[in-house]
């Protein structure tokens, strides 16, 4: 299992769009790909699982990526929240 510690960068936080970029990204992957806030766990490959955690600006989230692929998949949705989305 790889685990990576998230911070959300963008200023609007996880939206839809976000949201979608994410779950399009974790669904590349065979692995299972799980996001984490106060001990709540949603399927990274779900938009409205993903939407549902309402993470907004400065947001640490815990990503678990088990199976095959998991680390090129935990690599990609890091660099997503680097990116902040390509928002701002």
Same mark, same amino acid.
């Given at each position: ?18 949201? +979608?970029?994410?779950?399009? /990204? ?7 790909? #799980?996001? @984490?806030?106060? =001990? ?13 955690? +309402?993470?907004?600006?400065? /947001? ?7 199976? #095959?692929? @998991?680390?090129? =998949? ?15």
């Amino acid at each position: 299992m790889t685990e990576k510690l998230l911070t959300v960068r963008n200023r609007a936080g996880i939206h839809a769009r976000p949201a +979608a970029l994410i779950a399009q /990204t974790a669904n590349r992957f065979a692995c299972e790909v #799980t996001l @984490e806030k106060d =001990a709540v766990s949603v399927n990274a490959k779900s938009i409205m699982g993903v939407i549902t955690m +309402a993470a907004g600006y400065n /947001t640490s989230l815990v990503l678990k990526a088990d199976g #095959t692929g @998991e680390q090129e =998949a935990a690599d990609a949705i890091y660099q997503l929240f680097e990116n902040r989305f390509e928002e701002d």
